[in-house]
T-cell receptor, first 115, second 117 residues
Framework: AQKVTQAQTEISVVEKEDVTLDCVYETRDTTYYLFWYKQPPSGELVFLIRRNSFDEQNEISGRYSWNFQKSTSSFNFTITASQVVDSAVYFCALSEETSGSRLTFGEGTQLTVNP | DADVTQTPRNRITKTGKRIMLECSQTKGHDRMYWYRQDPGLGLRLIYYSFDVKDINKGEISDGYSVSRQAQAKFSLSLESAIPNQTALYFC????????????????FGEGSRLTVL
């Protein structure tokens, strides 16, 4: 069965600090997809990234970067030079190849960036 | 206008009442989902539908039912609401890229906050 664990329930940082959100997953499939979603205080869910299990190349998008390591079953998310607007709940999620977009979500990490 | 619209956005009801949450989408996607969000538990899948004639239970379907009235509409019902169904409910859609079984990316509605007293 697939499972996603986000061990950090809450993280609080000061603006401009770098912060890494951890995500560890479990799956028996060799083909799977990993995601990050952001949920700001307004409540909507915003898609950030999707990676497939065959692509371990790290990705950078502006201040956001993702480190995918199959050896440790981790897909960590780093925000560089955090800003107050980054304050949100962040969810990591996993979808196995045959699950047809049925995502399994982690518990979420509440990130608070203080000015 | 939002691509995935949920109504109502907020609802307070009493134990034992029947409640329907509605979802409509303009994305033209075949696949639709209902998730429930509880603090500390993330989002959990209640039901999903891959097309109008296909309905499947998710991990927490007890106490819920769904109806796929059309490609664009997917409703979630609580036949007899109970307090532990108080949660934030999300509808989502997806469509697989050509040649793949799985796309993954879900497009979410804005959520329906339900409180059962």
């Amino acid at each position: 069965a697939q499972k996603v664990t986000q061990a950090q329930t809450e993280i609080s940082v000061v603006e401009k600090e770098d912060v890494t959100l951890d995500c560890v997953y479990e799956t028996r499939d060799t083909t799977y997809y990993l995601f990050w979603y952001k949920q700001p205080p307004s409540g909507e869910l915003v898609f950030l990234i999707r990676r497939n299990s065959f692509d371990e190349q790290n990705e950078i998008s502006g201040r956001y970067s993702w480190n995918f390591q199959k050896s440790t079953s981790s897909f960590n998310f780093t925000i560089t030079a955090s800003q107050v607007v980054d304050s949100a709940v962040y969810f990591c999620a996993l979808s196995e190849e045959t699950s047809g977009s049925r995502l399994t979500f982690g518990e979420g990490t509440q990130l608070t960036v203080n000015p | 206008d939002a691509d995935v619209t949920q109504t109502p956005r907020n609802r307070i009801t009493k134990t034992g009442k029947r409640i329907m949450l509605e979802c409509s989408q303009t994305k033209g996607h075949d696949r639709m989902y209902w998730y429930r969000q509880d603090p500390g538990l993330g989002l959990r899948l209640i039901y999903y539908s891959f097309d109008v004639k296909d309905i499947n239970k998710g991990e927490i379907s007890d106490g819920y039912s769904v109806s796929r009235q059309a490609q664009a509409k997917f409703s979630l019902s609580l036949e007899s609401a109970i307090p532990n169904q108080t949660a934030l409910y999300f509808c989502a859609t997806s469509d697989p890229p050509a040649g793949r079984l799985n796309t993954g990316e879900l497009f979410f509605g804005e959520g329906s906050r339900l409180t059962v007293l």
